[in-house]
């Protein structure tokens, strides 16, 4: 959609029709809603003064993308978002010609930037990278790396800070305020450019700090000093909903060719009155009544894993005061709210800063505390070298809570818990585990209570299968045979995929014995070595992904005890799983029971 001649009337008509729009389309799908929708008018700001086709447009973590999406050719494909082969709800350059990177994970966008700023200055291009970054994923190290390196190098990027929740330091009074609209305007520029030829031109030595200090008199009362002095340029906060002032600022600060952070005031649920404000249930919804802001109610009368593991780690806290843990900017998504309501002293959400989350807690464990790091699996992956390093070389007793394990619908290829087992199970001192119910799932907590070297529990998104099955606890190591079959086949689960292997073996004609792997670092080497007496086929059902899985785990036990028996591993195949329903995803794949079943009996 090409708006370079549109005035500003008909571009505030246009911000309406995409609320309109994002409103329409999410209430019905679901999606990230209150930071796309405070985002219209800095987006519609972007495609006027840059050029989307030229200039490479990165959105951090991409949850306010779908203005852009809307911007850019998408407008009528935009009722598939987040469908199983439909539009993605992150920037996806599969996807479109003008989605510049693939982004589901915060804070990699001023990185981005500088790498593309870097590769423009040695190609000797014109383009300009622009990003849109929100005050949350300021939190994160991995920016201010970034901003370092950009501040030395002064190549020109254009970052606009879409300040929602007031993250970044407040104006300080009127005055401020004030000084803050002369940073935005060209009288203060032009006078900054003044002090830095003079500076460097025609002061002599001994004198030059007089100049300097006039120009840092002004930068320390305003609230862009930490950027200033990692050699950014800062403007604002300017009104992020005034499309005149949004304009006019970029244009600004497209033309100093140099690092710009434009700082916008945005008020999150923007143009939808029931999600306007600082709300968290706005953040990410599921289908709603746009007239009413009711969500629809879900199906399943079964507590989630997420509220199993909450509740009853809270029991156990209640009960050892040694118990403290650690979340990364989702204490709600991960149930941990509840205990950092309840024992502030001891829990905590650290913003998104995995890394700073994992290695704060190997120090807690050394000094005699029980520690449990709650974060989803994707994004533990950006604490990687902190557990290696930190926690198991250490040996230290940490639990590692890992929730939306296995596949989680339609956040996709980004979100997906697929590769925890794979990139666990190799780290010497770690310890691997997972329930396959709600009520294994808080015997899994209870022990790791007295665990007292590296652990992890992996559950997945939603609510556990009730399973026919009676539940023990767990014992370090040690397996379950739920079901002695009538032939030479052997179903063997770990932690939701036993309920797919119960599943399966509903479906077929023969009964199969079915084993509840427990763990799967350590193997429990005795339940499967009497197995190979009574089987010779061994089928895997796990949800995660194949290479360094639960089958590589035991074909490397069969290796290594020179054992004559055939795996079958239905873990995923070495690729991205797409978006979209669950259900349809798992389709997609082949894991279903009713094919799941279709592929053993060809076997037979």
């Known amino acids: 959609?090409?708006?370079?001649?549109?005035?500003?009337?008909?571009?505030?008509?246009?911000?309406?029709?995409i609320r309109d729009r994002i409103i329409e389309v999410v209430s019905t799908n679901g999606g990230h809603f209150s930071s796309t929708l405070g985002a219209v008018e800095l987006t519609?700001?972007?495609?006027?003064?840059?050029?989307?086709?030229?200039?490479?447009?990165?959105?951090?973590?991409?949850?306010?993308?779908?203005?852009?999406?809307?911007?850019?050719?998408?407008?009528?494909?935009?009722?598939?978002?987040?469908?199983?082969?439909?539009?993605?709800?992150?920037?996806?350059?599969?996807?479109?010609?003008?989605?510049?990177?693939?982004?589901?994970?915060?804070?990699?966008?001023?990185?981005?930037?500088?790498?593309?700023?870097?590769?423009?200055?040695?190609?000797n291009e014109q383009r300009v990278p622009v990003v849109m970054i929100g005050d949350g994923s300021m939190t994160a190290g991995m920016i201010y790396e970034a901003l370092d390196e950009l501040g030395d190098l002064k190549l020109p990027v254009v970052i606009i800070l879409n300040d929602n929740e007031m993250s970044i330091s407040k104006p300080i009074g009127a005055v401020s305020k004030h000084l803050s609209k002369l940073l935005a305007?060209?009288?203060?520029?032009?006078?900054?450019?003044?002090?830095?030829?003079?500076?460097?031109?025609?002061?002599?030595?001994?004198?030059?700090?007089i100049a300097k200090k006039i120009e840092e008199s002004m930068k320390l009362i305003t609230p862009g000093i930490l950027f200033e002095e990692m050699g950014v340029d800062y403007i604002g906060p300017i009104d992020g909903h005034n499309l005149q002032e949004i304009i006019d600022t970029l244009t600004l600060a497209k033309n100093l060719h140099k690092p710009v952070i434009v700082h916008a005031k945005t008020v999150k649920g923007k143009g939808y009155p029931i999600a306007e404000g600082h709300f968290e249930q706005w953040h990410g919804v599921g289908p709603f009544d746009p007239k009413t802001g009711k969500f629809n109610k879900k199906t399943s009368s079964n507590p989630n894993a997420t509220t199993i593991y909450s509740q009853e780690l809270y029991k156990l806290a209640q009960n050892d005061n040694k118990i403290v843990g650690v979340t990364a900017a989702m204490p709600s998504g991960t149930g941990l709210d509840l205990l950092i309501e309840k024992f502030p002293d001891r829990f905590w959400d650290v913003a998104i800063a995995e890394q700073h989350a994992v290695t704060s807690m190997a120090a807690m464990a050394k000094e005699g505390f029980k520690p449990f790091v709650t974060i989803y699996s994707t994004f533990l992956q950006r604490g990687f070298d902190q557990i290696i390093h930190d926690v198991c070389l250490m040996n230290l007793g940490v639990t590692f809570a890992i929730d939306r394990a296995g596949i989680v619908g339609a956040d996709g290829e980004t979100h997906h818990g697929t590769?925890?087992?794979?990139?666990?199970?190799?780290?010497?001192?770690?310890?691997?585990?997972?329930?396959?119910?709600?009520?294994?799932?808080?015997?899994?907590?209870?022990?790791?209570?007295?665990?007292n070297t590296p652990l992890a529990i992996r559950y997945p998104?939603?609510?556990?299968?009730?399973?026919?099955?009676?539940?023990?606890?767990?014992?370090?190591?040690?397996?379950?045979?739920?079901?002695?079959?009538?032939?030479?086949?052997a179903f063997i689960g770990y932690g939701a995929g036993v309920s797919r292997a119960i599943k399966t073996d509903k479906l077929d004609t023969q009964t199969n014995t079915i084993v509840d792997?427990?763990?799967?670092?350590?193997?429990?080497?005795?339940?499967?070595?009497?197995?190979?007496?009574?089987?010779?086929?061994?089928?895997?059902?796990?949800?995660?992904?194949?290479?360094?899985?639960?089958?590589?785990?035991?074909?490397?036990?069969?290796?290594?005890?020179n054992l004559d028996i055939k795996v079958i591993t239905f873990e995923y195949d070495d690729i991205y799983i797409q978006h979209g329903d669950t259900k349809l995803l798992e389709q997609d794949i082949g894991i279903l029971p009713e094919q799941l079943i279709l592929k053993i009996q060809k076997e037979r």
Request: aromatic content about 14%; glycine content about 6%.
């Open 517 to 561: 792997l427990r763990f799967v670092k350590p193997l429990d080497e005795e339940l499967l070595i009497n197995l190979a007496q009574t089987t010779k086929i061994w089928y895997v059902f796990s949800d995660s992904q194949a290479q360094g899985g639960v089958g590589s785990a035991i074909l490397e036990f069969l290796n290594k005890h």
């Open 1 to 17: 959609m090409n708006i370079k001649n549109k005035n500003i009337d008909e571009l505030e008509q246009l911000a309406q029709k």
């Open 461 to 489: 998104r939603g609510s556990f299968d009730i399973l026919d099955f009676d539940s023990t606890k767990f014992i370090f190591g040690k397996g379950e045979i739920l079901q002695q079959g009538d032939n030479h086949t």
């Open 44 to 123: 519609i700001g972007m495609h006027k003064v840059f050029d989307v086709a030229f200039d490479p447009f990165i959105f951090d973590v991409s949850h306010q993308s779908y203005p852009h999406k809307l911007l850019t050719d998408r407008w009528e494909q935009f009722n598939t978002l987040r469908e199983f082969n439909g539009l993605s709800g992150f920037t996806k350059p599969k996807e479109s010609k003008y989605d510049y990177f693939v982004a589901g994970h915060s804070s990699t966008s001023i990185s981005l930037a500088v790498g593309a700023a870097k590769s423009i200055a040695l190609k």
């Open 419 to 451: 590769f925890d087992i794979s990139y666990l199970r190799f780290i010497p001192n770690m310890t691997l585990m997972a329930p396959r119910d709600e009520q294994t799932l808080k015997f899994a907590l209870q022990f790791a209570v007295n665990f």
């Open 185 to 209: 305007g060209d009288l203060y520029q032009n006078f900054r450019s003044k002090v830095d030829h003079i500076v460097q031109n025609y002061m002599p030595n001994g004198t030059s700090y």
